[in-house]
């Protein structure tokens, strides 16, 4: 039995003095002034809960962990060193910790150019498939044991304008997503995709434009390409899924795993005959599992 714990959107962040000079313009000083005056109540225990996944993967025995981005709150070198840190202890898996970024995590052009993401989270975006990177490092393929395969795709960007959270999967990713399916080493194994963005809402509409995947149903189209394929996303504080047509897969929101209230994560257990995603949720002290709510990953 394979399990696979995915989770999303812990928002760790660093103190305000932490932010350097250098750093702060308008779109961070609205997020700042957003956070301290709403966002900051929803994530005040982030560390503990945080802290609280490894004993959590180590009961359920967890071989590999999945996070599909915003670690921090506003991608500075601090919060990321801090995010980095809080999550290593979870990243020593027999098969490994494979992520992507989120929108705030590279929230401002800056973080891009300097390529912080990639400078504190470098151990974990290496790919077993190299031949096919076409945005350096992306797409990350991690082949694990001889049926499953784990494609990461970046859609996070930054977005200078105040209003827009908006993000994409740039078209060269697409198109190596589409040349990775299609490789017979690939073929034949149960694909879980990851990246930040939502295909759709927790009702099934999509998202806002300035808020969802601009670029959703290319992703999905590419996607179908594949028999035994589930796309999974962060993004949205809720944690769901749903199904989509023309996808083989169901579609699984992480939602966070530290907004107060809607604590939740993804455990995946996939054995020769069946796969399974299993919610879990905070009780409050640790993280627990909702058998009942479990559902099939591919098919009906």
């Not at 702060?24 to 301290?36: E, S, W, Y």
């Not at 004993?55 to 915003?70: L, N, S, W």
């Not at 060269?172 to 080493?185: K, S, T």
């Not at 966070?256 to 995946?268: D, H, I, N, P």
Request: hydrophobic residues 45%.
């Amino acid at each position: 039995m394979l399990r696979i714990l995915h989770f999303s959107d812990i928002h760790l962040r660093a103190p305000y003095s932490a932010l350097p000079l250098s750093d702060i313009g308008p779109k961070r000083l609205l997020g700042a002034a957003n956070l301290a005056l709403r966002r900051e109540a929803h994530f005040r225990e982030a560390s503990r809960k945080v802290a609280a996944l490894l004993p959590f993967i180590e009961a359920q025995d967890v071989e590999a962990v999945i996070c599909t981005g915003d670690y921090t709150a506003l991608g500075t070198q601090e919060e990321l060193r801090i995010a980095h840190d809080a999550i290593e202890k979870l990243t020593h898996r027999r098969h490994g910790f494979i992520t992507v970024p989120g929108n705030h995590d590279v929230y401002v052009n800056s973080a891009v150019r300097e390529r912080r993401f990639e400078t504190h989270f470098a151990a974990f975006l290496h790919s077993d498939l190299p031949e096919y990177v076409a945005d350096k490092p992306w797409p990350v393929v991690r082949l694990i044991n001889d049926d499953v395969a784990v494609i990461a795709l970046n859609s996070a960007r930054p977005n200078p304008q105040l209003w827009r959270s908006s993000g994409i999967v740039p078209q060269a990713q697409l198109d190596a997503l589409a040349r990775v399916l299609a490789d017979e080493r690939i073929a034949s194994r149960r694909v879980f995709l990851i990246t930040h963005y939502a295909m759709r809402r927790r009702d099934g509409k999509y998202d806002h434009p300035w808020h969802g995947l601009t670029n959703a149903d290319a992703l999905v189209a590419v996607a179908s390409q594949h028999s035994r394929l589930a796309i999974l996303h962060g993004h949205i504080h809720w944690t769901y899924s749903h199904t989509l047509h023309g996808l083989s897969g169901r579609v699984f929101g992480a939602g966070s795993a530290t907004f107060a209230g809607r604590e939740g994560v993804w455990l995946y257990e996939l054995d020769e005959g069946r796969a399974t995603a299993i919610p879990g949720r905070w009780n409050g002290d640790c993280f627990v599992l909702d058998h009942g709510k479990s559902v099939a990953i591919f098919g009906a």
